[in-house]
């Protein structure tokens, strides 16, 4: 599959209605989507170490975890299950990360009068490509930029295979750029 000039529409994907770096409201519900064959099997020892930092810090929030069962199980609990939470929390590898920003993407096309919630990022794979360019290293570190509120954009690329318009996938340029990717993280 070649660089050429496609006949397949792409789509405006601008769903975000706030400015980059505005104040992210933290109320309610947060889902977390937890691989726990990450990082050699502590994507669960991750979770709890996050749940209880919230809880110290941020106890009005209800923390709804979802663990990953399958490859793509990310990318369908994001599309189906994260529409009604303030943010969402991954906690993985890049390829866990990948998962949810493409449930999340799919999701918002099925239904684009969605607003996407934040995601935060809990490094917990064998590259970790996002959360280092991000800035993020270790729990603590990820904790502090959610319950901050720090933001970043991310620019996604659409990819879709001319041979099967149906068949597209979202990167993000980190992961795109060299990092990990396709759903082991």
Known sequence: MGCSESKIPSHNLNPYTQPHNAPIKLEGR???????????????????????????DASALEVVVFETRYGGHAMEIARDNCWS?????????????????????????????????????VPCGSGNTVAFDLGIVTVEQAVAAFLGRTTHAIDVLE?????????????????????GGGGGG
């Open 30 to 56: 947060v889902a977390m989507i937890v691989n726990p064959y990450s990082g050699g099997k502590q994507g669960a020892v991750r979770s709890e170490q996050v749940q209880k930092m919230l809880k110290a």
């Open 85 to 121: 939470f303030c943010a969402i929390i991954c906690i993985g590898g890049d390829g866990t990360f990948h998962e949810v920003i493409n449930g999340l993407l799919r999701g918002y096309l099925l239904k684009p009068s969605r607003v996407l919630p934040p995601v935060s990022v």
């Open 159 to 179: 990819l879709t295979d001319p041979e099967d318009p149906a068949r597209r996938s979202y990167r993000n340029m980190a992961d795109g750029a060299g990092g």
